[in-house]
């Protein structure tokens, strides 16, 4: 068939969505719908010391006002932060509490304070301005570098100087004595930008709660439902697993933000309960910048010492990661192991170490977005490669080769053990697209017409397919990181895949089928991809940390091989043959070298008549399989970026963006290059048009589109996107997944063509021209002083 | 309350709405043509893209009795019995991820290339990016959405 793997194969989805027939929580709406609308701190520290609903409850259409003593009173338990990790004095980490609806405290502007349930949702933000609480303002502590700071304002009372843990990894001594003894050291001071994820479709829940069966609907925006429903569960006390189904139908975009379990999920359903509505809630986007788990912030000094032939000798890191004002899922694991232990990247470093403070800020939660950790980790690294490369005066793109990891299987000093690769492939790839030859002619060009022209490289490598589960378990990790899928032939021959993995974009309806269309040489269209459904699919660990090809699609094809037996042994039993004989193709089920075969429909239908199967054979054609996967997967690449600078303005232009991705085997690459093509789009929104920026007063001052700088059509240029793969031995199909490749590799190629092109370090993301043309008058003023 | 008449999708149309009710609650919520989407609050973004009259407007920048006696079109009335041009090149094209975007970004395109015909200007990459200003996607880097109403252009 040619639709199989590697095939550049449209997408099934896409119909619903270009005709307007997406489900999305939204577009819910049940019998009898009620509506949340959330009272919210307006401080970003605050005691609070009285509500006040007696007004809100008595205006029209007003179902309830509820608030944090009777959540907890009603035995809800606290949200929780999903993966320990130990101080490096053997201490655990500091978790301060963090109630669904805040009691005593509120922490962050957006703190929910109480909720009003409605007829409809004007009625019900109407009544929630008119729930009066009282506030005693407290200090906030806004700023990361300064957190912990003596004097700062306390979040937690539990996690003194807001210190969360104070954490380590690799050989400190070693580190020493390598950059002791190198010839050169490079040093750098490195702020990582704080962001708001901002999928497009704001956050959503619809909760309905069944008095006669006490059991619970949820309709929500996850990326991993089934998670949701064991957090809410096993954590939160909201309704035992049996009694709680979770549906995430179609869902807007996640980028991480989507993989946490938010208090409006669990007031929502526990207002159902108390109100016996059905309770609906969307996130306004202003709520969503204040309320969606942020990503990155974090503040970093690091050296890296060189010998004199251009070698590294170690790597040293001191960050300080801001976690805001509760402990988000998986926050603790982000600028730990899902970052330090990338800091090798593609070159061979004979020692590293890495200490991380996280702390407690006045500021909405930090938890994982795209790339999580490992854009940290990346921009650091190729931030420095670069400039030690100036500093030393040498080619940046020779001294990456000349450290360049060239063996595998390669243990680095932080764990990651690689699997494979080829990173001077990809930067050889990534040279002659980028045509860095043709580039000296275009920067003297650019020159001429009072331009500057600059081109930064960066190479990556992150760990994706999260996780081993005895691996992550040995870490901290709260739970196992497998993946599980069903694989039903129905009698008529079609095939359903019931997949744990949640696609929100990534197109799994398509690429899955393909895998398994390629598997049995069957048409696409025979295959049913069916997922984000508690009810539907048994049990999925979710979408995130571009697992779902690596671990999903894995299970998928463990599945198929027990599927694969079972159909040649019936079909063996019906034509008389040996079963090591069946194979399939075309459509069919043949014998080898005979003319004899059999239609998907009648194995199906011979399967589930169970008239006439092998003796012991039970009925039916459907096999699960659970897969936990062996090692991470390793996908890599070189990005090359080239800018042109207006001096006068510091306007920013890319005129060139080159990636050279190595993501193992391709299942479709048309939509794997949609993945770089997105993720590249997020990196660029780093590198030059996006930050978080709150007042020192904790006040949010980029609440909105106005303010915050979502890249548009015409901030980003084309970008070619070229393929370097090395099938990944780690998993059966030899993928590595490509979801947030781009939003890794590409900020630091920005920021090293803007550098370059400037003629100075001194800059940091987002490199807006206002920043730009700053960074160009300073180093003016500098040259002019020298 | 005031009753409004309008036509959506070639269906007339007569209700009773409140003053302060916004043409995309209107549709989505009265009208229950739910491709239409909302993805902020401060007209920035697009999702909520319909034609009134023709014309691509922001269904979240109008009130519902500004619409009354007005032709609207919504994403759900654009295909005729086959595929729009645009709806097909977004497929052909893989113009989309989530699709949360799409609906308003098709309804951006079609107005697009129907101005740029009517006025007879090339509707080159830079042209098609400059237009797209007003309509903000997450997932795409927008190098598909380029390439989508490019293509769509040639055919309609
Ligand atoms: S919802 Fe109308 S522009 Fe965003
Ligand atoms: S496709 Fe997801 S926002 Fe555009």
Same mark, same amino acid.
């Given at each position: 068939?040619?639709?199989?793997?590697?095939?550049?194969?449209?997408?099934?989805?896409?119909?619903?969505?270009?005709?307007?027939?997406?489900?999305?929580?939204?577009?819910?709406?049940?019998?009898?719908?009620?509506?949340?609308?959330?009272?919210?701190?307006?401080?970003?520290?605050?005691?609070?010391?009285?509500?006040?609903?007696?007004?809100?409850?008595?205006?029209?259409?007003?179902?309830?006002?509820?608030?944090?003593?009777?959540?907890?009173?009603?035995?809800?338990?606290?949200?929780?932060?999903?993966?320990?990790?130990?101080?490096?004095?053997?201490?655990?980490?500091?978790?301060?509490?963090?109630?669904?609806?805040?009691?005593?405290?509120?922490?962050?502007?957006?703190?929910?304070?109480?909720?009003?349930?409605?007829?409809?949702?004007?009625?019900?933000?109407?009544?929630?301005?008119?729930?009066?609480?009282?506030?005693?303002?407290?200090?906030?502590?806004?700023?990361?570098?300064?957190?912990?700071?003596?004097?700062?304002?306390?979040?937690?009372?539990?996690?003194?100087?807001?210190?969360?843990?104070?954490?380590?990894?690799?050989?400190?001594?070693?580190?020493?004595?390598?950059?002791?003894?190198?010839?050169?050291?490079?040093?750098?001071?490195?702020?990582?930008?704080?962001?708001?994820?901002?999928?497009?479709?704001?956050?959503?829940?619809?909760?309905?709660?069944?008095?006669?069966?006490?059991?619970?609907?949820?309709?929500?925006?996850?990326?991993?439902?089934?998670?949701?429903?064991?957090?809410?569960?096993?954590?939160?006390?909201?309704?035992?697993?049996?009694?709680?189904?979770?549906?995430?139908?179609?869902?807007?975009?996640?980028?991480?933000?989507?993989?946490?379990?938010?208090?409006?999920?669990?007031?929502?359903?526990?207002?159902?309960?108390?109100?016996?509505?059905?309770?609906?809630?969307?996130?306004?986007?202003?709520?969503?910048?204040?309320?969606?788990?942020?990503?990155?912030?974090?503040?970093?000094?690091?050296?890296?010492?060189?010998?004199?032939?251009?070698?590294?000798?170690?790597?040293?890191?001191?960050?300080?990661?801001?976690?805001?004002?509760?402990?988000?899922?998986?926050?603790?694991?982000?600028?730990?192991?899902?970052?330090?232990?990338?800091?090798?990247?593609?070159?061979?470093?004979?020692?590293?170490?890495?200490?991380?403070?996280?702390?407690?800020?006045?500021?909405?939660?930090?938890?994982?977005?795209?790339?999580?950790?490992?854009?940290?980790?990346?921009?650091?690294?190729?931030?420095?490669?670069?400039?030690?490369?100036?500093?030393?005066?040498?080619?940046?793109?020779?001294?990456?080769?000349?450290?360049?990891?060239?063996?595998?299987?390669?243990?680095?000093?932080?764990?990651?053990?690689?699997?494979?690769?080829?990173?001077?492939?990809?930067?050889?790839?990534?040279?002659?697209?980028?045509?860095?030859?043709?580039?000296?002619?275009?920067?003297?060009?650019?020159?001429?017409?009072?331009?500057?022209?600059?081109?930064?490289?960066?190479?990556?490598?992150?760990?994706?397919?999260?996780?081993?589960?005895?691996?992550?378990?040995?870490?901290?990790?709260?739970?196992?990181?497998?993946?599980?899928?069903?694989?039903?032939?129905?009698?008529?021959?079609?095939?359903?895949?019931?997949?744990?993995?949640?696609?929100?974009?990534?197109?799994?309806?398509?690429?899955?089928?393909?895998?398994?269309?390629?598997?049995?040489?069957?048409?696409?269209?025979?295959?049913?991809?069916?997922?984000?459904?508690?009810?539907?699919?048994?049990?999925?660990?979710?979408?995130?940390?571009?697992?779902?090809?690596?671990?999903?699609?894995?299970?998928?094809?463990?599945?198929?091989?027990?599927?694969?037996?079972?159909?040649?042994?019936?079909?063996?039993?019906?034509?008389?043959?040996?079963?090591?004989?069946?194979?399939?193709?075309?459509?069919?089920?043949?014998?080898?070298?005979?003319?004899?075969?059999?239609?998907?429909?009648?194995?199906?239908?011979?399967?589930?008549?169970?008239?006439?199967?092998?003796?012991?054979?039970?009925?039916?054609?459907?096999?699960?399989?659970?897969?936990?996967?062996?090692?991470?997967?390793?996908?890599?690449?070189?990005?090359?970026?080239?800018?042109?600078?207006?001096?006068?303005?510091?306007?920013?232009?890319?005129?060139?963006?080159?990636?050279?991705?190595?993501?193992?085997?391709?299942? &479709? =690459? /048309?939509? %794997?290059? *949609?993945?770089?093509?997105? !993720?590249?789009?997020?990196?660029?929104?780093?590198? $030059?048009?996006?930050?978080?920026?709150?007042?020192?007063?904790?006040?949010?001052?980029?609440?909105?589109?106005?303010?915050?700088?979502?890249?548009?059509?015409?901030?980003?240029?084309?970008?070619?996107?070229?393929?370097?793969?090395?099938?990944?031995?780690? &998993? =059966? /199909?030899? %993928?590595? *997944?490509?979801?947030?490749? !781009?939003?890794?590799?590409?900020?630091?190629?920005? $920021?090293?063509?803007?550098?370059?092109?400037?003629?100075?370090?001194?800059?940091?993301?987002?490199?807006?021209?206002?920043?730009?043309?700053?960074?160009?008058?300073?180093?003016?003023?500098?040259?002019?002083?020298? | 309350?005031?009753?409004?008449?309008?036509?959506?999708?070639?269906?007339?149309?007569?209700?009773?709405?409140?003053?302060?009710?916004?043409?995309?609650?209107?549709?989505?919520?009265?009208?229950?043509?739910?491709?239409?989407?909302?993805?902020?609050?401060?007209?920035?973004?697009?999702?909520?893209?319909?034609?009134?009259?023709?014309?691509?407007?922001?269904?979240?920048?109008?009130?519902?009795?500004?619409?009354?006696?007005?032709?609207?079109?919504?994403?759900?009335?654009?295909?005729?019995?086959?595929?729009?041009?645009?709806?097909?090149?977004?497929?052909?094209?893989?113009?989309?991820?989530?699709?949360?975007?799409?609906?308003?970004?098709?309804?951006?395109?079609?107005?697009?290339?129907?101005?740029?015909?009517?006025?007879?200007?090339?509707?080159?990459?830079?042209?098609?990016?400059?237009?797209?200003?007003?309509?903000?996607?997450?997932?795409?880097?927008?190098?598909?959405?380029?390439?989508?109403?490019?293509?769509?252009?040639?055919?309609?």
């Amino acid at each position: 068939m040619t639709d199989g793997i590697g095939a550049r194969v449209k997408r099934k989805e896409d119909k619903r969505y270009t005709t307007g027939s997406g489900k999305y929580t939204d577009d819910v709406r049940n019998e009898n719908q009620a509506y949340a609308a959330f009272v919210r701190s307006p401080h970003a520290h605050a005691n609070v010391t009285g509500i006040d609903a007696s007004a809100a409850e008595g205006m029209p259409g007003v179902v309830a006002v509820l608030n944090g003593a009777e959540l907890t009173g009603d035995g809800i338990g606290n949200i929780i932060c999903g993966w320990a990790i130990t101080s490096k004095d053997d201490t655990p980490m500091n978790m301060g509490a963090w109630s669904a609806l805040a009691t005593e405290k509120v922490r962050y502007v957006g703190d929910a304070v109480a909720v009003v349930i409605a007829d409809s949702m004007e009625e019900a933000r109407n009544a929630a301005e008119a729930v009066e609480v009282s506030y005693d303002e407290l200090p906030a502590v806004v700023d990361t570098a300064t957190a912990m700071d003596a004097g700062a304002a306390q979040v937690h009372e539990n996690a003194p100087n807001n210190l969360i843990f104070d954490w380590e990894l690799g050989d400190e001594a070693a580190t020493d004595a390598g950059i002791a003894a190198a010839s050169h050291v490079t040093k750098i001071d490195l702020t990582n930008n704080r962001l708001s994820p901002n999928p497009m479709e704001p956050r959503s829940a619809v909760a309905t709660f069944d008095p006669a069966e006490e059991h619970y609907t949820l309709y929500t925006t996850s990326q991993n439902p089934h998670v949701a429903r064991l957090v809410l569960s096993a954590f939160y006390q909201v309704a035992p697993e049996h009694k709680l189904r979770v549906i995430a139908p179609d869902v807007g975009g996640g980028f991480g933000s989507k993989i946490y379990i938010y208090p409006e999920e669990i007031v929502c359903l526990w207002a159902s309960m108390k109100t016996k509505r059905s309770v609906k809630w969307t996130s306004t986007r202003s709520e969503a910048f204040l309320t969606d788990a942020h990503g990155r912030d974090h503040v970093t000094h690091a050296e890296m010492g060189f010998d004199a032939d251009g070698k590294i000798t170690a790597f040293k890191i001191d960050t300080i990661a801001n976690l805001g004002a509760y402990m988000s899922l998986f926050s603790s694991a982000v600028p730990t192991y899902l970052y330090a232990t990338l800091l090798a990247g593609q070159y061979h470093m004979p020692a590293i170490h890495c200490n991380v403070k996280t702390v407690y800020t006045n500021t909405t939660p930090v938890d994982a977005y795209r790339g999580a950790g490992r854009p940290e980790a990346c921009y650091l690294i190729e931030r420095v490669m670069e400039k030690a490369a100036r500093e030393m005066g040498m080619d940046p793109a020779e001294l990456r080769r000349k450290n360049f990891i060239l063996e595998f299987p390669y243990q680095t000093p932080v764990i990651m053990n690689y699997d494979c690769g080829d990173f001077p492939g990809h930067l050889d790839k990534a040279q002659a697209a980028a045509d860095v030859a043709g580039f000296a002619a275009r920067k003297a060009e650019a020159a001429s017409r009072g331009k500057l022209r600059g081109l930064g490289y960066s190479t990556y490598i992150e760990a994706c397919g999260i996780a081993p589960s005895q691996a992550v378990g040995s870490l901290g990790a709260g739970v196992g990181l497998w993946e599980s899928a069903e694989v039903r032939v129905n009698p008529v021959g079609t095939i359903e895949v019931l997949t744990g993995s949640h696609s929100h974009g990534q197109g799994h309806e398509t690429s899955f089928a393909q895998v398994v269309a390629d598997r049995f040489d069957l048409p696409v269209e025979n295959i049913q991809i069916v997922h984000g459904d508690t009810d539907k699919v048994q049990f999925g660990m979710g979408t995130y940390g571009s697992r779902s090809g690596p671990v999903g699609l894995s299970a998928i094809f463990k599945a198929c091989d027990k599927v694969e037996l079972k159909v040649k042994q019936i079909a063996a039993h019906l034509l008389d043959a040996s079963a090591d004989d069946v194979f399939c193709e075309g459509g069919e089920v043949k014998v080898k070298g005979t003319n004899k075969s059999l239609g998907w429909h009648e194995i199906g239908l011979a399967a589930y008549t169970a008239h006439n199967l092998p003796e012991d054979m039970e009925p039916g054609l459907k096999e699960g399989a659970f897969y936990d996967p062996v090692n991470f997967s390793f996908p890599a690449g070189c990005h090359i970026c080239e800018v042109e600078i207006d001096p006068e303005t510091g306007v920013v232009e890319i005129v060139k963006f080159t990636a050279a991705d190595d993501f193992g085997t391709l299942i &479709n =690459p /048309l939509i %794997v290059e *949609g993945q770089v093509h997105g !993720g590249i789009g997020q990196g660029v929104g780093q590198a $030059m048009l996006e930050q978080v920026i709150y007042g020192d007063d904790g006040q949010l001052l980029t609440g909105s589109y106005m303010d915050y700088t979502m890249p548009r059509a015409d901030n980003l240029p084309s970008f070619d996107v070229e393929h370097n793969s090395v099938p990944s031995p780690s &998993n =059966p /199909l030899g %993928v590595k *997944g490509c979801g947030e490749a !781009g939003a890794i590799g590409s900020p630091p190629a920005i $920021m090293n063509a803007i550098t370059d092109a400037i003629g100075t370090e001194n800059l940091e993301m987002p490199a807006t021209p206002s920043n730009v043309w700053q960074a160009i008058q300073a180093n003016q003023i500098k040259h002019a002083a020298e | 309350m005031s009753k409004i008449s309008l036509t959506v999708n070639g269906r007339s149309i007569s209700k009773e709405v409140s003053d302060n009710t916004l043409l995309v609650e209107f549709i989505r919520e009265n009208l229950r043509l739910t491709g239409t989407h909302v993805g902020c609050d401060t007209s920035q973004c697009g999702a909520c893209t319909v034609h009134v009259d023709g014309k691509s407007i922001k269904s979240c920048t109008m009130l519902a009795v500004e619409a009354d006696g007005s032709q609207i079109t919504t994403i759900e009335g654009i295909a005729n019995g086959e595929l729009h041009p645009m709806q097909q090149a977004f497929n052909d094209n893989h113009g989309l991820q989530c699709g949360f975007c799409t609906p308003g970004m098709i309804m951006a395109g079609i107005d697009m290339v129907n101005r740029y015909k009517a006025s007879n200007k090339p509707l080159d990459e830079a042209a098609i990016r400059g237009e797209l200003e007003g309509n903000i996607c997450r997932c795409t880097g927008y190098h598909n959405i380029v390439r989508s109403i490019a293509d769509a252009s040639t055919k309609m």
